[in-house]
């Protein structure tokens, strides 16, 4: 069992920047555990946002983050660096976890809100 707990999100003005962190604890090692961030805009459905896997920590990301977001991880933490941010970066930020590659993710965080005003 792993549990998930976001922050750093907060406010920010267009072009600006954040750092999200995602501090995980519990039974499972989240070395043998995808990880990843999605986020939820007001009104939407949750969408996928940067993803990491245990093994080599090979990163993927939706294309309407691709060159801004960087995805990262270290033995109990995985961030989000969010450079160059817009106003339709604006939501709430999820961290979770994944037990097998490829499949449904398991474990996820409370969230933390993100809103970028233009």
């Known amino acids: 069992q792993v549990q998930l707990v976001e922050s750093g999100g907060g406010l920010v003005q267009a072009g600006g920047s954040l750092r999200l962190s995602c501090a995980a604890s519990g039974r499972t090692d989240i070395s043998f555990l995808d990880m990843g961030w999605f986020r939820q805009a007001p009104g939407k459905e949750r969408d996928f946002a940067a993803s990491?896997?245990?093994?080599?920590?090979r990163p993927f990301y939706a294309d309407s983050v691709k060159g801004r977001f960087t995805i990262s991880r270290d033995t109990t933490t995985v961030y989000l660096q969010m450079d160059n941010l817009k106003p339709e970066d604006t939501a709430v930020y999820y961290c979770?976890?994944?037990?097998?590659?490829?499949?449904?993710?398991?474990?996820w965080g409370q969230g933390t809100p993100v809103t970028v005003s233009s």
């Open positions: 990491i896997t245990r093994s080599g920590g």
């Open positions: 979770a976890a994944r037990i097998r590659a490829s499949g449904q993710y398991n474990y």
